[in-house]
DNA sequence: GCATTGACTCTAG
DNA sequence: CCTAGAGCCAATG
């Protein structure tokens, strides 16, 4: 059994703290490289669900959110901010820096 | 089963 | 650096 939800939440789960990945990597890590999108979609569904999302960010190392009543940028860069993760005030952040990558 | 939406990504200009 | 267009996937109505 397959849940693409199940597996976002695993996926995003292995992220270790004072990391982020990107919605792309995520994707590749199910097997799914095209999928980034339906990741968004997971993570924008989720809202009572113990889960990182504060870790995952688009692949230009920027906060794509738009900002729902729960989770919004600024929420978002405070998490960050909160593991040692330098956000700018601009949202922006240094993926090639923060980047983790998933095992193998 | 088609049309719409959304926290994506890439390429071009 | 920013905008626009196209491609892609999953869930919803």
């Known amino acids: 059994m397959n849940n693409f939800k199940e597996s976002v939440i695993i996926a995003v ?5 004072g990391k982020v990945v990107s919605y ?5 890590h ?3 490289p095209r999928a980034a ?7 924008r569904s989720l809202e009572g669900v113990d889960l990182p999302w504060w870790r ?4 230009s190392g920027r ?5 729902n009543r729960f989770n919004t940028p600024e929420d978002q860069k405070r998490h960050l901010l909160a593991e040692n993760i ?6 922006d952040i240094d ?9 193998v």
């Open 24 to 28: 792309g990597q995520i994707a590749v």
């Open 86 to 91: 330098h956000v700018a005030d601009n949202f």
């Open 37 to 43: 999108r339906a990741v968004g979609w997971v993570l």
């Open 30 to 32: 199910l097997d799914n």
């Open 56 to 59: 995952v960010i688009n692949n």
């Open 63 to 67: 906060i794509s959110i738009k900002g």
């Open 13 to 17: 789960n292995q992220i270790p703290y």
């Open 95 to 103: 993926i090639n820096k923060y980047r983790y990558l998933f095992p």
